[in-house]
């Protein structure tokens, strides 16, 4: 019993480690393009941004009587 284990385990492992990176493949090639994106633009663009989007949905303060 504990042999069939074994070579389960052991096909698994292999299946694990051949499969993985390929599998893994695609999700890299669209991490690295969208931080590929995220770096072309400048970075005063990314906070005056920032600071558009704050200004739109600040909080308004709480009115007191």
């Known amino acids: 019993m504990i042999r069939i284990v074994l070579w389960a385990l052991a ?5 694990l480690v051949g499969l993985w990176p390929p599998a893994l493949a695609p999700v890299a090639l669209a991490l690295s393009g969208g931080a590929t994106l995220i770096a072309a633009v400048p970075g005063v663009v990314w906070v005056a941004l920032g ?4 200004l ?4 308004t303060p709480a009115k007191t009587a």
């Open 56 to 59: 739109k949905r600040k909080p």
């Open 51 to 54: 600071v558009i989007a704050w």
């Open 11 to 15: 096909a698994l492992y292999l299946l």
